[in-house]
C-alpha cells in the first residue's frame, strides 16, 4: 500500500511538471532571442519542483524524473523494484500532462508557441545529436549531483532542499534551453513527443540517453566524494561520588576521662 502511494505521489508530481513547464513554454514561448519567455519557462519548471518537493516529496521523495530515481538507485536509497514502479508512474503523469495540455490548446483554440507542445528537439545545435547528447548529460549531471547532496543522510540541509533543488533545475533550463529545450528528464520528453510525433520522435532517444548517463556518472561521483558520516562522540560517564567508608572517630577527650576513673 505504501509504494502504491509512493507511485501514485510521482504520477501526481510529473502530471503538474509538464502542465505547468512545457504549459507555459507554449504559451509564451521559449525562443533564447525573446528573453521574457525564456526566463518564465525555466522558472516554470523550477518552482514546479518547488512546490513538489513540498508536497509529493513527503510521500515519495518527490522524484518526478526517471533520470534522478535512476540516481537514487545507485546510490542505494531505493529498490530496482521501487524504481521501475516510479518510472512507469512518471511517464504515465507525462503522457497524462501532455494529452492535458492538447485538449486545452485545441478546445480553446490557443496558439503553440513551441509548436510540438513543448517537446525537446535539436534545433539549437544545428541538429547535431552528439551535441545534443553532451548538453543533456552534463546538466543532468549537475542536477542529479546536486538532488543527492542535498538529501545525503550525511549532511542536514534543513527544510531548504526543496528550493535549493527548484534553484538549480530552473539555473540547468536558463542555460539549456536555447540548446535543447532543456530535458534532463526522460519522462518529461517522452510525453510531449508522443503527441508532437515527426522530429521529436525521431530525437526521443538523445533525451532518453544523455539524462541517464549523466544520472549514472553523478552518482558514481557523488559516491567517491561523498565525505563519511560524522560519528557522535561517546557520552563520557559521571564518576559515581566515592562513599565515605572511614571509621566514625571516637571522642578521645571522653575515652581519656573514662580511663582516670
Not at 97 to 113: E, N
Not at 208 to 215: E, N, R, T, W
Amino acid at each position: 500500500m505504501e509504494s502504491i502511494k509512493k507511485y501514485v505521489a510521482e504520477v501526481i508530481g510529473t502530471f503538474v511538471l509538464v502542465l505547468l513547464g512545457c504549459g507555459t513554454a507554449m504559451l509564451v514561448g521559449c525562443d533564447a532571442k525573446n528573453g521574457g519567455g525564456y526566463i518564465l519557462t525555466a522558472l516554470a519548471f523550477g518552482l514546479v519542483i518547488v512546490g513538489m518537493a513540498y508536497c509529493v516529496g513527503n510521500i515519495s521523495g518527490c522524484h518526478i524524473n526517471p533520470a534522478v530515481s535512476l540516481g537514487v538507485l545507485l546510490s542505494g536509497g531505493m529498490t530496482f523494484t521501487d524504481f521501475v514502479g516510479y518510472v512507469v508512474s512518471q511517464c504515465l503523469g507525462a503522457i497524462a500532462g501532455a494529452g492535458t495540455l492538447k485538449l486545452i490548446f485545441d478546445l480553446g483554440d490557443v496558439t503553440d508557441m513551441t509548436g510540438g507542445y513543448g517537446a525537446n528537439g535539436l534545433a539549437g545545435v544545428n541538429g547535431n545529436a552528439g551535441a545534443g547528447v553532451i548538453v543533456e548529460i552534463i546538466l543532468t549531471f549537475i542536477f542529479v549531483l546536486t538532488i543527492l547532496g542535498v538529501t545525503s543522510k550525511n549532511a542536514k540541509h534543513g527544510s531548504f532542499g526543496g528550493l535549493i533543488i527548484g534553484l538549480t533545475l530552473t539555473l540547468v533550463h536558463i542555460f539549456g534551453i536555447g540548446l535543447t529545450g532543456t530535458s534532463v528528464n526522460p519522462a518529461r520528453s517522452l510525453g510531449p513527443a508522443l503527441l508532437a510525433g515527426g522530429d521529436a520522435i525521431s530525437d526521443l532517444w538523445v533525451f532518453i540517453v544523455g539524462p541517464f548517463v549523466g544520472a549514472v556518472i553523478a552518482a558514481v561521483v557523488y559516491k567517491c566524494l561523498e565525505p563519511a558520516a560524522k560519528v557522535a562522540p561517546a557520552p563520557v560517564e559521571k564518576a559515581s561520588p566515592v562513599k565515605n567508608n572511614a571509621p566514625a572517630k571516637t571522642n578521645n577527650h571522653n575515652s581519656s576521662k573514662k580511663k582516670k576513673k
